[in-house]
């Protein structure tokens, strides 16, 4: 389905305050994926005190770059709906409801992951059918066109709900990732049918009857030989897996050093030990959509630096060209008739 309504220019309304490195970083950022497409917006929202003092540091001239107001953030340490209560301005909030209100095409947030989740899901809604959004993407650079879904906002989950997963894992493939008929597994202890906890087993058959391209369990090893496209697991699991990849990555870096400083120059073990931190630490990069919710949402991670919020953007600005919300919701639309159960 092709979007034939792009907009011009594409205005990415970004949370300047998520992040551990908000509004310094986020900013930065904004000023370099600015620089990279010329037919960009983004609408900075904030504190204005201390975005107005980072923005004085950039020459703007010829970009598109505004400033909304709003007060605080929601941290991490907050619980994410008492909070949404109690700082109806905060940033993340104001950016929803312009995205809402259709002054944004997309939104970009660095922050809570379950403020951002929770302020998608009370703001914009869910789409039809889905009882909890969720989010995914490709995790790992060795593995580029493997996806895995859920990476953390849901904890535990019944079979119906990953099948949900699943189907809006296999759009965002197909669509974004260009992958023309995804494979999809379960992620498993064992490729066998019988393999598994009582979840991945009463998912398993619900799975073989969705009529999704699906190969049956896959375990992590999988994730690189290209048995599955599509790796479905709950956000518990998910979560776990993605954060251990990233500190493994930052764990081999001072190991690599010890071990190869004595036969290669420092600049080349700097850009070893770059790439192995890059390649394990993709969503850092470019961040991940938030499926299931009736906007274009894209989180990146907490501790993203400038260049994770330019890549979380240019995903943004990528998943408005192709149209995905819409796709997403044709896509649980056809797999739901296709079951006849409410995923």
Known sequence: MQNNNVPSPIR??????????????????????????????????????????????????????SVVPSEGKIGDDEHPIRALRQKPRSSIMVATRMLNNGEADTLVSMGSTGASMASAVMILGLMEGVERPCIGGPFLGLAPNTMLVDMGSNVDCRPALLLSFAAMGVVFARRFMGIENPKVGLLSVGAEEAKGNRQVQESYQLFQD???????????????????????????????????????GSALGPYLLQQLSAHLSARELGNIISDLWETTNLPRKMGGPLFGVNGAVILGHGSSTSEGVAGAIATAVKYVKLDMVENLQAGLAE?????????
């Open 210 to 248: 969705s009529r999704l391209n699906f190969v049956g369990n896959v375990e992590g090893m999988d994730f690189f030989t290209g048995r599955a496209d599509v790796i479905v697991s709950d956000g518990f699991v998910g979560n776990i897996l993605m954060k251990f990849t990233e500190g493994l």
């Open 335 to 343: 797999v739901q008739l296709q079951t006849q159960v409410k995923v």
């Open 12 to 65: 990415v309304v970004l949370d300047a305050m998520g992040g551990d490195y908000g509004p310094r970083e986020t900013i930065k950022g904004a000023v370099e994926a600015l620089n990279r497409d010329s037919e960009l917006e983004v609408i900075l929202v904030g504190d204005e005190a201390p975005l107005r003092v980072e923005l004085e540091g950039y020459d703007l001239s010829g970009k598109t770059v």
